[in-house]
């Protein structure tokens, strides 16, 4: 697909800061805008919903390309690296940012839910004019300042996610052979991973590990790890990492950012763990990354 793309250099380019996704891992974010495009890859520790409005985006993903245009809408994990690097000059897009706590509230195969936290994105053009609408209206209510007005546009959002099961849709890459079928599990486990996110959602600047959060669901901890991986694809630890990361991510885009502070700031106890964690998620230090996004 070729678009009618700007030179990025002509062109406003996302810059996280700390009060976007990055730094706030817990809340459900709206947006119904033009797209920015990526001068290098971000992750956050949500769940992504794009809907394309109108033109076309091309995203590179961890291990993977993805070109959408007008009335496709995507789903993907947002925790593996992935950047909008096109995107066409008339281009709109909508959609959100999930918290795991309300990913894990979606009624979905649970094949599906496996493959979105193991790196796959669901794509689908199964969409109409209401979709247009809808967006752009749900934006409105989570901006509008009344927590009621916000309240229902998620739920609206999540049951119009929960139709993709009823209608054709594509996961990207196709599965290889051999999918894991340990990855389905029930409403009751559901609801444990649920609280698991919650509490590490809301304490992890603070030092938690793996007692801590089994203890805050009321499961033993052995089972607490378990269920999180068979769930998640990821290990309690990683999780937590992450929101780590993706808060410091964000601190790290500040011009006065230091990077042994923002290694304290982020929960890390130490800066060797903290940049052992940040090379292994972006491939470079957290003084080349901000170097790099700071120019």
Request: aromatic share 10%.
């Amino acid at each position: 697909m070729e678009l009618a793309e700007s030179k990025i250099s002509d062109r406003p380019f996302y810059q996280p800061g700390a009060s976007s996704v990055e730094g706030w891992p817990l809340v459900l974010q709206m947006f119904h805008t033009r797209p920015l495009v990526m001068l290098q890859p971000h992750w956050h520790a949500q769940v992504e919903v794009n809907f394309i409005v109108r033109g076309n985006v091309h995203y590179r993903m961890n291990d993977h390309e993805i070109s959408l245009s007008s009335g496709d809408m995507c789903l993907f994990w947002g925790g593996l690296p992935h950047q909008m690097d096109e995107a066409s000059d008339d281009a709109i897009y909508a959609g959100a940012h999930l918290p795991l706590v309300h990913f894990f509230r979606l009624h979905l195969p649970a094949d599906i839910r496996h493959r979105l936290m193991t790196g796959a994105a669901l794509v689908t053009d199964a969409t109409d004019r209401s979709d247009d609408h809808n967006f752009e209206r749900w934006n409105r209510y989570a901006r509008s300042g009344d927590p009621v007005k916000a309240q229902h546009a998620v739920n609206e959002l999540l049951l119009r996610l929960e139709r993709v099961r009823f209608e054709p849709y594509r996961l990207v890459p196709e599965a290889s052979n051999g999918v894991d079928a340990a990855s389905v599990f029930d409403q009751q486990s559901s609801r444990n991973v649920g609280r698991m996110c919650d509490f590490i959602a809301e304490n992890f600047l603070y030092e938690i590990d793996s007692v801590d959060i089994a203890e805050a669901a009321d499961i033993h901890p052995k089972y607490a790890m378990n269920v999180f991986k068979k769930s998640t694809g990821m290990t309690l630890n990683e999780y937590l990492n992450l929101l780590r990361l993706s808060y410091a991510q964000a601190l790290l885009m500040k011009e006065d950012a230091n990077v042994l502070r923002v290694a304290m700031e982020s929960g890390f106890g130490s800066l060797s763990a903290f940049n052992k964690s940040f090379r292994k998620l972006a491939g470079m230090s957290p003084s080349d990354f901000r170097r790099v996004a700071v120019r």
